[in-house]
């Protein structure tokens, strides 16, 4: 069993900055794709990044596409979204979730393990 912890959300105004972690516990995730996801209320959870289990390929929503990095640190057990430019749309919660088998993976159904998530408020 993989256990996923999310943080670093919080409430920030617009055009500013987050750094969201996920670690992750129980054995290592090295060799599993991770994601990043979010939901914001009524709405479904939508995905926003991918990243392999080496760190070379990455992918992402394109509403996050130039301002989301998404990165791993194998040794830590931990990924990274860092978050720029933030806008009041980016308003979510935001959940981290391992998938098996390197490859970046792009649909909630891929994945095996979700953390309890983390909010992020952007205020305008």
């Known amino acids: 069993q993989v256990q996923l912890v999310e943080s670093g959300g919080g409430l920030v105004q617009a055009g500013g900055s987050l750094r969201l972690s996920c670690a992750a516990s129980g054995r290592t995730v090295s060799s599993y794709a991770m994601g990043w996801f979010r939901q914001a209320p009524g709405k479904e959870r939508d995905f926003v990044a991918s990243?392999?289990?080496?760190?070379?390929?990455?992918y992402y929503a394109d509403s996050v596409k130039g301002r989301f990095t998404i990165s791993r640190d194998n040794a830590k057990n931990t990924v990274y979204l860092q978050m720029n430019s933030l806008k009041p749309e980016d308003t979510a919660r935001y959940y981290c979730a391992a998938g098996w088998g390197g490859a970046m993976k792009f649909t909630i159904s891929d994945y095996a393990y979700w953390g309890q998530g983390t909010q992020v408020t952007v205020s305008s």
């Open positions: 990243i392999s289990w080496s760190g070379r390929d990455t």
